[in-house]
T-cell receptor
Framework: AQTVTQSQPEMSVQEAETVTLSCTYDTSESDYYLFWYKQPPSRQMILVIR??????QNATENRFSVNFQKAAKSFSLKISDSQLGDAAMYFCAYRSAPLGTYKYIFGTGTRLKVLA | NAGVTQTPKFQVLKTGQSMTLQCAQD?????MYWYRQDPGMGLRLIYY???????DKGEVPNGYNVSRLNKREFSLRLESAAPSQTSVYFC?????????????FGNGTRLTVT
């Protein structure tokens, strides 16, 4: 069975600095999708970024980018120029690729604090 | 453009009471999900519905029932609430016809069982 591990329960970053959140996963599959979700204090789960395993190029969305290392089964999230609004819980998630696959597996989350 | 709507936002129950959490989506998605979120445990899947008319158990289904009323609505019922069901519950939906489509979440229901 697949697992997702976020080994950092909490991280802090100074405003305008860069921070990297770690995520590792375990799978025997070759094709899958990975996601980062953000959960601010409002409780809403917001998609930050997604990565298809078959793509070698790392996904980027504005200040958010990933470092996807398929062989190492690592999927870290880098937040550049951190802003106060980035303070939130961040969840890494895995989903198998084939159509008809419905289950997502979530990590336990990393709480990010942004210091002014 | 409502997305996924959950009601209620907060609920307090006494042990043994029953209630239904409602969820509706307006994105014409086939798949819908119910998760619970507990501190230090991430999100755990309770039930999901791959399409209208089908439901399947997830990781933690005990104590819950679901109904996929139509394509839009997917409700979660607690028949006899227990303190262990104190949690934040999220409904989500997804366009399962697109392989890379993400989950879209509702705003969650905070449930306390005393």
């Amino acid at each position: 069975a697949q697992t997702v591990t976020q080994s950092q329960p909490e991280m802090s970053v100074q405003e305008a600095e860069t921070v990297t959140l770690s995520c590792t996963y375990d799978t025997s599959e070759s094709d899958y999708y990975l996601f980062w979700y953000k959960q601010p204090p409002s409780r809403q789960m917001i998609l930050v970024i997604r990565q298809e395993a078959y793509k070698q190029q790392n996904a980027t969305e504005n200040r958010f980018s990933v470092n996807f290392q398929k062989a190492a089964k690592s999927f870290s999230l880098k937040i550049s120029d951190s802003q106060l609004g980035d303070a939130a819980m961040y969840f890494c998630a895995y989903r198998s690729a084939p159509l008809g696959t419905y289950k997502y597996i979530f990590g336990t989350g990393t709480r990010l604090k942004v210091l002014a | 453009n409502a997305g996924v709507t959950q009601t209620p936002k907060f609920q307090v129950l006494k042990t043994g009471q029953s209630m239904t959490l409602q969820c509706a989506q307006d994105m014409n998605h086939n798949s819908m999900y119910w998760y619970r979120q507990d501190p230090g445990m991430g999100l755990r899947l309770i039930y999901y519905s791959a399409s209208e008319g089908t439901t399947d158990k997830g990781e933690v289904p005990n104590g819950y029932n679901v109904s996929r009323l139509n394509k839009r609505e997917f409700s979660l019922r607690l028949e006899s609430a227990a303190p262990s069901q104190t949690s934040v519950y999220f409904c989500a939906s997804r366009d399962s016809d697109r392989v890379n489509s993400p989950l879209h979440f509702g705003n969650g229901t905070r449930l306390t069982v005393t």
